[in-house]
């Protein structure tokens, strides 16, 4: 039977390891301020659960569409 070649995990430096930032505390999260948008990023995600506009992504972030029922609403 072939003999194992020896281990030595102490032979090779070792590299610090990046510690991970921490993610912030739920109470961290409840006391920090909404973003600026906030509101209106809760109107158009309602628009949307309404039916009336529809999201779709971009690079550059979430972009809103009107829908058909949307247009159908709108005032002449």
């Given amino acids: 039977m072939p003999r194992r070649a020896a281990i030595r995990p102490h032979s090779a430096p ?3 390891r990046r510690r991970a ?3 912030p505390s739920l109470f961290d999260a409840i006391a920090a301020p909404p973003p600026e948008d ?3 990023l809760e ?3 309602a628009l949307v659960a309404l039916g009336l ?3 779709r992504p971009s690079p550059e972030g979430p ?3 009107v829908t058909e ?3 159908a ?3 002449e």
């Fill in 14 to 16: 070792r590299r610090p």
């Fill in 63 to 65: 972009v809103f569409a």
């Fill in 21 to 23: 930032e921490a993610s």
């Fill in 43 to 45: 109107d158009l995600l």
């Fill in 38 to 40: 906030a509101e209106l």
């Fill in 69 to 71: 029922l949307g247009r």
């Fill in 53 to 55: 506009l529809e999201e």
């Fill in 73 to 75: 609403l709108e005032p």
